[in-house]
């Protein structure tokens, strides 16, 4: 059987979408405590303003995120698809730009994640030489330079209108440079895609 490639399941970070909001319905004493209504089904959906259909289910995506992301394969060769900028869900020119390598295996993982909701937004490509975000990193072909490359190049279709742009949680080191050489801000997504839904928080629509 063919080793998997690290989806970083374990980097997902649960707490820092917990906020500690309770009521008099809905109230937990513990993180440890939500997860385990999670699993149980007994959290207060419909019930209270904290703990929406939405919410809920964006943590059942991280919660079940072994079962929801695709297995990957550990593959020593990279494996291209095209870059370029993708539209998800009938973006519009100030949908959120979610910036990732070229890799069909990333590819694969993200989309299974953006399978879950109608939220608009664009999926930048950037021309990594084919390797997954983590390799591209050790092999530097995903730059801040290819990054700002790649947004002058492909996003004439979003320009002229503030919107986020989010780098993947892994490329955080290159945060400051892009933003720098954009002279925008830039956010640093999370390094676990099951954790989207949870990022986008009440944004995110099923």
Sequence with gaps: MPLSADLYLDQIDLARHWGRETCEVCHVDSLQELLERLRAGRV??????????????AFQIALDSGCVLPQIPCVSVPQPVEAGLFGVNGPTAA???LVTGNSRLTHEVLLSVLAT????????AVDAG?????MSLVYATFTAEAIVGALALHTE??????????LPGLAEPLARDVSHQLGCPIEVGPICAAELPLFFGSDWKS
């Design 44 to 57: 207060c959906i419909g019930q209270c303003l904290h703990w929406t259909k939405e919410r809920v289910e």
């Design 95 to 97: 949908s959120p730009v």
């Design 117 to 124: 909701t109608s939220k608009p937004m664009w999926m930048l």
């Design 130 to 134: 084919g390797h997954t975000v983590d």
């Design 157 to 166: 279709g979003c320009s002229g209108q503030s919107r986020r742009i989010i």
